[in-house]
């Protein structure tokens, strides 16, 4: 199984060029982005769609995850993630399979016609989940590249990915938005080696393996000149590709911030064996079972159940 993107095999970190095209469909016409939109895709690694969906369904939306929220509250289960040193909950993963109601957003038209034109080919959902970084105490993220935990970890061959967070509340520049090193997604940052059995389950609350070191992110910010944050109202829909250098800072301010998050996998990029001596990571992270390609459909948020 020939290794495109090596990671973890050398205490001395590096930095090779991506060997994958960003774009697998580079014509407008191949979807519901404007070529203006690819470009900026193509060339930052990001794409924010601002109020893709109205003040309206964006409070369905709220009250949706507030009751899954509730419903895993006293629930311990090891896809609901709780912050260090509290109860409160920071992630709950697997939702487009556990909740009737996101495994049919995950479906919408809106965001997979988007999702095949930058991937090019039929997609279907790899990892999924709800997030939530409450005011006051919401912890920091440490950047990452998606893609190289994917790769390692899970068996994910190819850049050929992309993660779509919706956003459920207003982000601001202080509520710990997300950050985006603009241009850091055409570099794989090799990292250094050794990741312990069972990593998962510390790097979903703190992820100190896997993470770039300080040279190479301060060379990455150097070729990207700036760190670009995700700010915008709520209703908007970030799609980052699945390398770009990314992370967030604590939350502070009186402000919380949640979105729900799908990840996009080309169909022909299925998961295989990871690359490394680790086992898979469990499912609700990784989905390998019974994959197959998302029939796209357009529906009404404001009906329960869904009506497609």
């Known amino acids: 199984m020939t290794d495109l993107y090596p990671s973890r095999i050398s205490e001395t970190p590096s930095i090779i060029k991506r060997k994958d095209p960003v774009l697998y469909n580079i014509h407008q016409d191949s979807g519901p982005l404007k070529q203006e939109d690819l470009n900026f895709y193509e060339k930052n690694g990001y794409l924010l769609c601002e109020k893709m969906f109205s003040d309206e369904e964006v409070d369905i939306l709220r009250k949706e995850l507030k009751q899954t929220m509730d419903d895993y509250r006293t629930v311990d289960e090891s896809h609901i993630i709780r912050e260090l040193g509290s109860e409160e909950i920071r992630s709950v993963f697997d939702v487009h399979k556990n909740t009737e109601f996101f495994q049919r957003l995950s479906s919408h038209e809106r965001l997979v016609n988007i999702a095949q034109q930058l991937l090019g080919s039929k997609v ?49 520049e202080f509520n710990g938005p997300l950050m985006l090193i603009p241009g850091s997604h055409q570099y794989y940052v090799q990292c250094s080696s050794g990741t312990p059995g069972n990593h998962y389950q510390q790097s979903l609350k703190k992820q100190e393996f896997g993470v770039p070191d300080q040279q190479s992110l301060k060379w990455l ?72 390609p998302i029939q796209a459909h357009s529906f009404d948020l404001s009906k329960s159940p869904l009506v497609l």
């Open 124 to 172: 279907y959902i790899t990892q999924s989940r709800i997030n939530f970084k409450p005011g006051f105490k919401g912890k920091e993220f440490y950047w990452h590249s998606d893609f190289e935990t994917w790769h390692v970890e899970d068996g994910m061959p190819r850049m050929r990915a992309v993660s779509c967070s919706i956003i459920l509340t207003d982000n601001y």
């Open 221 to 292: 910010l150097e070729k990207g000149g700036k760190i670009d944050r995700a700010t915008g109202p709520a209703g908007s829909v970030l799609f980052f590709e699945c390398n770009i250098m990314h992370g967030s800072n604590g939350n502070i301010s009186p402000y919380p911030r949640s979105n729900v998050f799908f990840v996009f996998n080309s169909i022909k990029n299925q998961l295989e064996t990871p690359y490394s001596q680790l086992s898979p990571r469990p499912e609700f992270l990784a989905n390998r079972e019974n994959i197959k």
